[in-house]
C-alpha cells in the first residue's frame, strides 16, 4: 500500500511538473541574443554584453521554453532580479532572492522615474537595423503582484525598460511604455483591481495567479508590444534592464518573446473609422515601403497578392468604408524579409445642401448684415453629428472671421463642413436683398390695466402686435422684435415676447419679419399707453346703520359704468352690507374700478370691565368689556376722550365713566361708573389733620372685606371691616414707630391681597 501512494506522489508530481515553464540557464548572451531574440538575419547584432545576479552556478538570466504549459510565449529570453531557474511554476509563495550587494541601474532609474533601484539584470547590444522600423513582445511578471498586499507595499514599483539610442548619444529612449502613453511599465503603472492597491491601466494586466501557473511569479501584464522607427543603417545602442526597487524583497522577470526582436517596414498607423482617424472618401493615398538596398516588393490587399511589385502601392479604391488591410513582404538584399502592414478605411463625406440666404436692407445702401449662421442646420440637414458649418469668400481661401455679422453684398459665398471623422464637403450659398412691400410704422394702442398707472404695461407681443403687423402679408412669416434700429440692423438683444415699455405712454419699437432664415421686412412699431385714473377712485370703507339705506356713487363723468350688483348709472342704493364695486369706462376704453367696502353697524351693548387694582403704585388697570353688535368703536373711561383700544393702564384709585362709541353714527350707549381701588402707599399720622388715618378709599363698595395689619415681626395690630375709618398708626393707645407696615385685604370671595405700607412721622 505504502509503494502505492509514493508512485500515485510521483506521477501526480509528474504531471503537475508539465503545467510549468522550463529555463536554462547556461545560454550565454551571444546565444540569447543571437539565436533566441533576433534571429530573423534582418540587422547586425554586435558587442553584445550581460550583466546580473550570480548565484553559484546560476544566473538571473537564461532561456525559456513554454513546454506543455499555457504560458503565452512558446520560448524567449528571461530577466530576471532573482534567479532565473526561480521563475519556473508553481506559484509557491513570494521569492525573494537577490542579495543586497547586487546594485540597480543609474540609466533604468532615470527611465522610468524612480530611485533606490537594486538586483538589476542588463543585456545590452548594438544593432545596425535593415529597416525602419524594429519592434518586440514581452511580458512583465512579478511577486509584487500581492492579491492581498499590504498598503505600505503599493509603494514600491519594480520596473523594466528597453532602452535605445544612436551609438554616440547621451540619452536612451524607453521603448518600454504602456501602450498609447509615454509611461513607464512597472508594477504599479499596469495593476488590476481587488486589492488595497489601486488599479492601473487595467486592460494590458493580465492576472493575479494561483498555485498552478506556468511561473512563479504572483501576476503579470498581457503580452507588451515596443516599437520605435529607426534609420536604416544607423548604429543603435540597446540595453534591456530589469531591477527590483526600494529593497530586494519580491522578485520580477521579463519574459521577451523568442523571435519577436522584428524589424519590420513600417506604413504608417492605422486609418480606420474606429480609432477616428479614417481617409476621406476619394482622397488619394500612397502607401510607401521603400527600404535601402537592393530590395524587392509585393503588395497584398486582404492577403491577396495585387500583383504590385514597385516600393510605393496608389490606392485606387478610395470610396470604400469597410475595413482593408494593405500589407507588403520587402525582401532586403536577398537575405532579410521584412513585413508590414496597415488598416485603411475611407470614411463617407458629409451630407449638405447648397443654399439662399435673404437679409434686408435696413439704410438702403446696396449691402446688407447677414448672419451666416442662421442656415448652419439647413446645410447640414439637420444632422447634429456634423461639425460646426466654416464659411468662405472663396474655396480654398480664408474663414469668414465673423459669420454672425458677416456685412456684404448680393453674392455667391462657400460653406465648409466636417464630420466625426474629419472629412469635409462644401457647398454654394447665395447671399440675397429682400424687396417686400410691407406696412410701417404701425401704432398700437394698449390701455395700463396692471394695477399700477404709470404709462407704462406689458404688451404680449406675439398675441397683441404681432397679428396687426402681418395683416395683409403671406402667411407662414413670423417676427423678432428690437428696441433700436441698431440692434434692429445688428440682430442683438432681442426682446421677450412679454414686453413692458421703458419709455412711459409712448415708445417706439422694431420688428424684423422673417421667412425662415431671411428677413421678409422690416417695420417701425408706435406702442401707445393710455390709462384711466380717476382721483378719490381709492378703496371706501363705509358702514350702514341697521334698517338706513345708504347710496353709494361716483363723478357722472364717463362713458360707461357697471357695477358689481349689475347697475348701469353712476350711483346705486344699497340696504345691506358686502363689497360693492363700480369699473368706469373712458372714451379710450381704459376702465378703473372702485371698491366699496361696506360694513354693519350697530352699538355696542353689555357694557362693562374687568378691573385689576389694588397694585399700590397706580398701576391699575381697565379693560372695557362689551358686545360687538358689528359697528366700528372706540373707548373712553370719561366720557370725553376716546381710544381705538378696550384697554387702559397705569390708572390711580378713582371713579371712572366708562363708555363705548361707534363711529358709523349709529345709537350711542349711555356710559357707566366703576370704581378702582387700591391702597395708600404711606400716612402721615402727626395730627395735622390731612393724611392722619391709613383707609383704603371707596372700599365700602367691597362690603365684609377684613383688613389686617402686621409690623414686620407678624404680629397683629389692627384688625378691621371695610364700613371702619381705618387705622391711626397706634396700638394699645401707644404710637408706632415710623417704618414698613404689611396688611393683608381678604376680600367676600375668599381672595386676599396683601402689601405693605410707610408709616411717617
Known amino acids: 500500500m505504502e509503494s502505492f501512494l509514493k508512485l500515485i506522489t510521483l506521477l501526480s508530481f509528474a504531471i503537475s511538473n508539465a503545467q510549468y515553464i522550463q529555463v536554462d540557464d547556461t545560454y550565454t548572451a551571444q546565444q540569447l541574443i543571437q539565436n533566441v531574440f533576433a534571429s530573423n538575419g534582418c540587422g547586425n547584432v554586435s558587442n553584445i554584453v550581460v550583466s546580473g545576479g550570480n548565484f553559484g552556478t546560476e544566473q538571473s538570466y537564461g532561456y525559456f521554453s513554454q513546454g506543455t504549459s499555457s504560458f503565452p510565449f512558446a520560448n524567449g529570453i528571461v530577466l530576471s532580479t532573482g534567479k532565473a531557474v526561480s521563475a519556473i511554476g508553481p506559484n509557491t509563495g513570494n521569492s525573494s532572492e537577490g542579495a543586497t550587494s547586487w546594485g540597480g541601474d543609474a540609466d533604468l532609474e532615470q527611465a522610468i522615474g524612480v530611485n533606490n533601484t537594486i538586483n538589476a539584470t542588463v543585456i545590452e547590444f548594438d544593432f545596425i537595423p535593415f529597416t525602419n522600423n524594429i519592434s518586440f513582445d514581452y511580458i ?95 548604429t543603435y545602442h540597446i540595453k534591456l534592464v530589469i531591477a527590483d526597487q526600494g529593497n530586494n524583497l519580491y522578485d520580477s522577470a521579463i519574459f521577451l518573446g523568442g ?64 475595413e482593408v488591410i494593405y500589407s507588403v513582404e520587402v525582401l532586403i538584399n536577398g537575405a532579410c524579409l521584412s513585413t508590414g502592414e496597415v488598416k485603411i478605411q475611407f470614411a463617407s463625406l458629409p451630407n449638405i445642401n447648397n443654399q439662399t440666404l435673404v437679409q434686408c436692407d435696413d439704410d438702403n445702401n446696396g449691402n446688407a448684415t447677414f448672419n451666416l449662421t442662421k442656415l448652419d442646420d439647413l446645410i447640414k440637414n439637420g444632422d447634429t453629428s456634423l461639425g460646426n458649418v466654416t464659411y468662405y469668400e472663396t474655396i480654398g481661401g480664408s474663414a469668414i472671421t465673423n459669420p454672425i455679422s458677416y456685412l456684404s453684398i448680393p453674392k455667391t459665398i462657400y460653406a465648409e463642413v466636417a464630420n466625426s471623422n474629419g472629412c469635409k464637403s462644401t457647398c454654394q450659398v447665395n447671399l440675397q436683398i429682400a424687396n417686400n412691400p410691407v406696412n410701417s410704422p404701425i401704432t398700437y394702442e394698449k390701455c395700463d390695466e396692471d394695477g399700477t398707472k404709470d404709462g407704462k404695461t406689458t404688451f404680449d407681443l406675439n398675441t397683441e402686435v404681432t397679428p396687426v403687423v402681418l395683416n395683409g402679408l403671406p402667411s407662414g412669416l413670423t417676427l423678432q422684435y428690437y428696441s433700436s434700429e441698431v440692434d434692429l440692423a445688428d440682430e442683438n438683444n432681442a426682446l421677450q415676447n412679454n414686453f413692458i415699455n421703458t419709455t412711459a405712454n409712448t415708445q417706439t419699437i422694431f420688428a424684423r419679419i422673417i421667412n425662415g432664415p431671411d428677413c421678409y421686412g422690416l417695420v417701425e412699431i408706435n406702442l401707445v399707453v393710455n390709462y384711466l385714473s ?38 346705486i342704493t344699497i340696504s345691506t352690507s358686502g363689497n360693492y364695486s363700480v369699473e368706469v369706462t373712458d372714451a379710450n376704453g381704459c376702465r ?79 356710559t ?81 391681597i396683601r402689601g405693605h405700607f410707610t408709616l411717617k412721622r
Open 259 to 322: 523571435g519577436s526582436f522584428q524589424s519590420s517596414t513600417d506604413l504608417g498607423p492605422d486609418h480606420l473609422i474606429a480609432t477616428n482617424n479614417p481617409y476621406c472618401a476619394g482622397e488619394n493615398i500612397t502607401l510607401n515601403a521603400t527600404q535601402p538596398g537592393t530590395n524587392t516588393y509585393k503588395w497584398f490587399k486582404d492577403g491577396v497578392d495585387t500583383g504590385i511589385t514597385t516600393p510605393t502601392f496608389i490606392i485606387t479604391d478610395n470610396n470604400n468604408s469597410n
Open 592 to 670: 378703473a374700478t372702485k371698491t366699496f367696502i361696506v360694513t354693519s353697524s350697530a352699538p355696542a351693548s353689555n357694557i362693562d370691565a374687568q378691573i385689576i387694582e389694588f397694585t399700590g403704585n397706580e398701576n391699575n388697570s381697565i379693560l372695557i368689556t362689551y358686545t360687538d353688535n358689528g359697528g366700528d368703536y372706540v373707548f373712553s373711561i370719561d366720557g370725553i376722550n376716546y381710544q381705538t383700544s378696550p384697554q387702559f393702564s397705569n390708572l390711580p384709585a378713582g371713579e371712572y365713566n366708562i363708555s363705548v362709541k361707534d363711529l358709523n353714527g349709529c345709537l350711542p350707549t349711555p
Open 534 to 571: 380717476p382721483t378719490n377712485f381709492e378703496t371706501e370703507t363705509i358702514g350702514i346703520c341697521q334698517g338706513i339705506p345708504l347710496t353709494l356713487s361716483v363723478p357722472n363723468i364717463y362713458s360707461a359704468y357697471l357695477w358689481s350688483n349689475g347697475d348701469t348709472l353712476n350711483e
Open 140 to 234: 512583465f511578471s512579478s511577486e509584487q503582484y500581492l492579491s492581498n498586499p499590504s498598503a505600505n507595499q503599493c509603494g514600491y514599483t519594480d520596473g523594466f525598460a528597453f532602452l535605445l539610442k544612436p551609438v554616440g548619444s547621451s540619452s536612451y529612449q524607453n521603448l518600454a511604455l504602456v501602450p498609447g502613453t509615454n509611461t513607464p511599465v512597472s508594477v504599479n503603472t499596469i495593476r488590476g483591481a481587488g486589492t488595497i492597491c489601486p488599479p492601473a491601466n487595467e486592460a494590458y494586466f493580465d492576472a493575479f495567479n494561483g498555485f498552478n501557473n506556468p511561473t512563479t511569479f504572483n501576476g503579470q501584464t498581457k503580452i507588451l508590444k515596443a516599437t520605435s522607427v529607426v534609420t536604416p543603417g544607423t
Open 672 to 752: 357707566k361708573t366703576i370704581y378702582v381701588l387700591d391702597y395708600p402707599s404711606f400716612f402721615t399720622p402727626n395730627g395735622d389733620g390731612y393724611n392722619d388715618t391709613w383707609v383704603i378709599k371707596n372700599i365700602k363698595l367691597k362690603p365684609n372685606t377684613v383688613i389686617s395689619i402686621f409690623d414686620r415681626f407678624g404680629k397683629l395690630l389692627k384688625q378691621f371691616n371695610s364700613n371702619s375709618e381705618g387705622w391711626n398708626g397706634t396700638f394699645n393707645g401707644q404710637n408706632l414707630p415710623a417704618t414698613d407696615y404689611w396688611f393683608t385685604l381678604t376680600l367676600a370671595n375668599g381672595n386676599i
